[in-house]
């Protein structure tokens, strides 16, 4: 597998050209090209599902790294031709559904009778689901790490640098979770400018504690391993890798915020009925269980934990996990296809002051 | 019957002569070509984006947007700010540098060029992450100084102005060295000589005679800096850590939040237009032809 | 004007770059006033010397006294010389007058006297009202005449010249040549002028020092260097000539098996040669008492503008065949009269002309 640097991080410049060296390749009809995020998280979809469900179906399955929903954009607008499957979350999904650059997906090809409520949608089937978490480095607050989001916002009591995402996405959720908002009314707070200024007033107070504003998973997960921060916001499966590799790292379920991943199609190409039943094969629980091996990423497919096909010890790490998943909030999509652009301008203002 | 404007080989000369301009102008057409295809349709296309709303009709939001945004106004000051600075450094470190350079014998010369060259043949991208892995909290200077006892705590080099410009600096400085050097290497020695003879101490003969003649490659590697600096990209966004967001940052993911060009050009656009103000500024400060050397 | 220039003296300047000798212990007296000239084919070490003098290039060991003042350890700035480069080495980013005026303002000089200073420099060398001219709209002789200007405008007691002339073509060149005489001869500053063109040289200086492989080889009038040259180098090196074989046994001289008439007195015997310039060989008709007479055969009659050059074989026994040159100035015989190609022809050599020089000092 490739594991260069994501598209993005080298600027539309970049993306043209590679839409240019991929056009040149022409495919055979059992042959499909398939995009995520690289990094840990694509290795365990590589070895876990994507090249065993290939095998199980007799096709071949080529896979790159992109930078998100806007390159599949910038792919269906200027015609190029350039993979048939993204792995994305849902939030990418919905507004790229919106903007009527994705396949509608057959959910009489794909079975999702099994999944948990809501991890699919029109645009998206869901395939793993990650929560945003806050961790804490142990060498610096030992086991009594921020457990809260009310904590990583008190400076007072976690002395200490913090780093958060550059964008906006889940940062104004744990924001309003520590300015004492309820679970359940999040999204109802949000759901004005005022309230979103409230919750980036909250980021304010914490500024000058925020030392580096992170672009990627890559990035959070080495910030903790080479201790620049002592805690940040991120995600759950990226902090678990890094400890495997010996970062000093830990998290509470508590401040999970979860989120789900998926598989859609670019509009128009041409390979769409072999990438719609590739998908379904996807969604097998055995794969989604193999994939759970690598990174703790959840299964949408709840036959996962029905058919015991995952080791208990390892199923209570995922964030999905019954246990792990009712002391947390669930990301919801369509907040963001509504405010995403006004949260987003908001927010870059708020890093610029 | 010949007449004295016609004579017997005026016309075919006249034509070898008008054949010998085509043949200069072809050897243009493939550039001008080039030119005219890889920039000016490109900018004019930008141009045209640029007054394209979300919903693909003519509209004046995409510079709405940035006026309505601080944000904006912010990027574009912290997108002049470190090119002037990165600039004025590459100056300082590499003025110098490229003093020395042209003062020692050739090959010595030859050496330290491929000194300054070699940085060239490594990706951007590893020499941004060396930087990090050298200068974070826990990186290999804080490291060693700590342990040495120089420091007592880590200084914060970078996720930050301070390591986007060490990181910038580092790479921009062969931009403003080769063509200094060039021109440093080109400057007749002896009006150095001529000027210490006359009577001029070894600064006064400096500053009055070889600076001013250094001046075409010093401006000519000032502009490259400057401008070249006014598109990165990857440095400010590794080094930076977030709190230095570059006009081109933001065009990036301008795209991805809008799905436009348009939301992305606009601030192209813009970045374009004061750019060429700055230079025209500049260029009435100072004269260029001033420093033309034509012998 | 007597006391505006000072005497050189230089004693025992050695420069050495590895093994390579650039300049041997020269020495040599400059006096007050004089155009001397340092002459020599390019590496010979006149150059190095003219930047020792300068200070541009410091010898290994030596010294270099500018009227009884040590200046061997003086920076070049503080020398006070008027200095002439090859390339003119004008500032180009400063128009003639600035170029003009820079030692001027480098000392000091108040503004109106700058100017005065600036235009009678520039008059001096006939550029008046080219002042305002950018330096790179001038011709190779204007920006020659531009350096001569900066380099007196403060009047310097010492004049540097490193082959001014050297970029002009021949015509303007024999043109400055004069007119640089008589500007040394008007301003009166102690002169040293370095260049290989010898007839430049003898044109030029009240005494020529003619430089090969680091050493002075002679110090002397043009004439002197001319006409009694030391060795067969100089002999070569300046002006036209041949070198014919001699034995000298008891201050007699034979070339082959024949004898000449001298009137050099040489006091050893031994291995010598005849220094014979082209222009002063003759065709004999009659052979007279006062001469010497060679015997041979028209090889070569070229027709050169100003002369008639023949070059003459001569079969000298016991030795074998030799050339001899022999130059004829335009209008001093008929040329139709002249013997043509394998024609018999006899040379004659006055006595005084015949010049011997001991074959050892040659150039091996």
């Known amino acids: 597998m490739k594991s260069f640097i994501t598209l993005k991080k080298v600027g539309v410049a970049a993306v043209s050209l590679g839409f240019a060296s991929f056009s040149t390749a022409s495919f055979a009809d059992d042959t499909l090209r398939i995009v995520s995020w690289g990094g840990a998280y694509q290795k365990g979809q590589s070895v876990g599902i994507f090249q065993p469900a290939a095998e199980a179906m007799g096709i071949t399955v080529k896979e790159d790294t992109y930078g998100g929903i806007s390159d599949v954009k910038l792919m269906v607008k200027s015609g190029a031709d350039k993979f048939d499957i993204f792995s994305s979350g849902a939030g990418g999904c919905a507004s790229g559904g919106a903007e009527g650059i994705l396949e509608k997906l057959d959910y009489s090809v794909i079975d999702v009778s099994n999944h948990l409520p ?75 400018e005022e309230g979103i200024d409230r919750a980036l007033d909250k980021i304010r107070s914490i500024k000058p504690h925020i030392a580096v504003w992170w672009t990627s998973g890559a990035q959070h997960a080495q910030l903790m391993k080479d201790g620049e921060v002592d805690m940040t916001t991120g995600w759950n499966g990226r902090f678990d890798v890094a400890k495997l590799d010996g970062a000093k790292v830990a998290y509470d379920w508590k401040t999970g915020i979860m989120d789900w991943e998926g598989y859609g199609i670019p509009k128009g190409v041409k390979n769409k009925d072999l990438a719609m039943k590739y998908i379904a094969e996807m969604m097998k629980p055995e794969y989604m269980a193999e994939f759970a091996k690598y990174i703790t990423y959840g299964p949408t497919n709840k036959l996962v934990y029905e058919l015991n096909l995952m080791e208990e010890a390892r199923a209570r790490q995922m964030p999905s996990h019954p246990e792990n998943a009712k002391h947390q909030m669930t990301l919801r999509t369509d907040w963001y296809a509504k405010w995403r652009t006004i949260a987003a301008e908001k927010y870059t203002e708020m890093m610029t002051e | 019957m010949v007449g004295i404007e016609q004579n017997f080989n005026q016309a075919e000369l006249a034509q070898l002569a008008r ?94 060029m491929i000194g300054v060259l070699i940085p060239f043949w490594t990706s ?40 986007t410009l060490i990181g910038m600096v580092h790479i921009m400085l062969p931009f403003l060295i080769l063509p200094l050097y060039a021109n440093m290497r080109a400057i007749d020695p002896h009006c150095v000589k001529a000027a210490s003879s006359l009577g001029a101490t070894p600064v006064r003969a400096f500053w009055t005679v070889f600076f001013p003649l250094s001046m075409p490659g010093l401006i000519a590697g000032l502009l490259i800096v400057f401008v070249l600096c006014l598109g990165f990209y990857v440095t400010p966004a590794v080094l930076g850590g977030g709190k230095v967001i570059m006009a081109a940052m933001k065009i990036s993911s301008n795209i991805e939040l809008y799905f436009s060009w348009g939301a992305a050009s606009a601030l192209g656009v813009v970045l374009l237009v004061v750019t060429m103000l700055i230079l025209f500024i500049a260029s009435k400060l100072v004269s260029l032809d001033q420093f033309g050397q034509r012998s | 004007m007597t006391d505006s220039s000072l005497n050189i003296s230089i004693k025992d300047v050695t420069k050495t770059y590895g093994d390579f000798y650039a300049l041997k212990d020269v020495s040599l007296e400059v006096t007050s006033g004089e155009f001397l000239t340092l002459l020599g084919p390019s590496g010979s070490g006149k150059t190095t010397l003219l930047m020792v003098l300068a200070g541009f290039t410091n010898p290994d060991y030596g010294s270099v006294k500018f009227g009884g003042e040590e200046v061997v350890l003086k920076p070049p700035h503080l020398r006070g010389i008027g200095m002439v480069f090859q390339n003119y080495a004008l500032f180009p980013h400063m128009s003639v007058a600035e170029n003009v005026a820079y030692p001027q303002k480098l000392r000091g000089v108040s503004k109106e006297e700058t100017r005065k200073s600036v235009e009678k420099a520039l008059a001096t060398v006939k550029l008046q009202g080219l002042g305002h001219r950018r330096v790179d709209e001038l011709s190779g002789g204007q920006k020659q005449r531009v350096a001569l200007a900066r380099a007196i405008v403060f009047q310097p007691k010492i004049l540097l010249m490193d082959e001014p002339l050297s970029a002009l073509d021949k015509k303007l060149r024999e043109e400055m040549q004069i007119e640089l005489r008589q500007l040394h001869d008007s301003l009166n500053m102690t002169t040293v002028y370095v260049t290989h063109d010898q007839k430049e040289a003898l044109t030029m200086s009240d005494r020529i020092a003619v430089i090969n492989d680091g050493q002075l080889m002679q110090l002397g009038s043009p004439n002197e260097i001319y006409q009694r040259p030391k060795n067969a180098f100089i002999a070569d090196f300046i002006g036209e000539s041949s070198l014919l074989p001699a034995k000298v046994k008891g201050g ?79 209008g001093s015989t008929n040329v139709g009269e002249l013997p043509r190609v394998n024609e018999k022809i006899i040379l004659g050599l006055k006595i005084a002309d015949s010049y011997f020089l001991e074959a050892a000092n040659g150039r091996d």
Not at chain 2, 46 to 57: E, T
Not at chain 2, 126 to 133: D, E, I, M
Not at chain 3, 259 to 285: H, S, Y
């Open chain 1, 118 to 192: 809501g991890m699919y949608s029109d645009y998206c089937a869901g395939a793993d689901i990650f929560s945003v978490v806050a961790a804490w480095n142990t060498e610096t607050y030992g086991d009594n790490g921020p457990r809260s989001w009310a904590d990583f916002f008190d400076v007072e009591k976690f002395p200490g640098t913090r780093a958060m995402r550059a964008k906006v996405d889940s940062q104004l959720e744990a924001a309003l979770l520590a300015d004492g908002v309820a679970k359940e009314d999040i999204y109802k707070v949000l759901d004005s």
């Open chain 2, 19 to 112: 054949r010998e301009h085509y043949t200069f102008f072809g050897l243009t057409l493939p550039y001008l070509v080039l030119v005219g295809a890889m920039i000016i349709v490109p900018i004019g296309w930008l141009f045209l984006l640029s007054f394209i709303g979300r919903d693909g009709s003519f509209s004046f939001e995409n510079y709405e947007r940035m006026i309505n945004s601080k944000a904006y106004i912010r990027i574009f000051l912290t997108t002049f700010k470190i090119s002037i600075l990165t600039t004025l450094f590459c100056a300082l470190l590499g003025y110098p540098l490229a003093y020395f350079m042209s003062q020692i014998p050739r090959k010595w010369a030859n050496i330290c």
């Open chain 2, 124 to 163: 951007l991208l590893v020499r941004t992450y060396a930087w990090l892995v050298l200068l974070q909290k826990k990186g290999l200077v804080n490291t060693v100084a700590v342990d040495l006892g120089l420091l007592s705590e880590p200084i914060k080099f970078v996720h930050n102005t301070s390591g």
């Open chain 3, 252 to 330: 007699f001289a034979t070339i082959g098996s024949k004898k000449l008439k001298i009137a050099q007195e040489l006091k050893k015997d031994g291995d010598f040669m005849l220094v014979v310039r082209p222009e002063k060989l003759f065709i004999a008709n009659k052979k007279s008492r006062d001469a010497n007479y060679f015997e041979g055969l028209v090889e070569d009659s070229i027709f050169q503008g100003e002369s008639q050059l023949m070059v003459v074989k001569l079969n000298l026994e016991n030795y074998g065949e030799v050339s001899l040159r022999l130059r004829l100035p335009n």
